[in-house]
């Protein structure tokens, strides 16, 4: 049975705010172990005023970013204790194979793959126009 988690909920889970929270809305699909999210790009992120002006593509490194906050969010849920903090400490084989431009909807996946006391190691991918972007191994710590 999946969970579904509106900006409101997202928010009370992880820290982040606007305009670092990569994040519109998630879903819990297995709890303790997956999770997808998505994050609609629009022409008003700051970010894309720099990168690049003529022509606008989400920065790979926000779309790690937003990989991470979605496991954040999982590895938050499912604690006990419900100040954890997910805390980034290593992003692996990261891999960007297309361009992700204002107008597109980034459909974000997570998934627990291995985990030892506050340790969770995540297998995350973005995915657009139902085609791959973005993958990363995310390795986090629950603080």
Known sequence: MSTDLD???IKAIIPHRYPILLLDRA???TKDVKIEGWKCVTNTEPFLQGHFPQEPIMPGVLQVE???QLASVLAGYEAEDTD???LLASVNKARFSRKVIPGMCMHIHAEITAQRQNIRKFACYIEVDGQKASEA???GALA
């Open 7 to 9: 900006l409101k909920a």
């Open 27 to 29: 879903r819990i699909i």
């Open 66 to 68: 937003a990989m991470a």
């Open 84 to 86: 954890a903090l997910m």
């Open 137 to 139: 191994e995310i390795v």
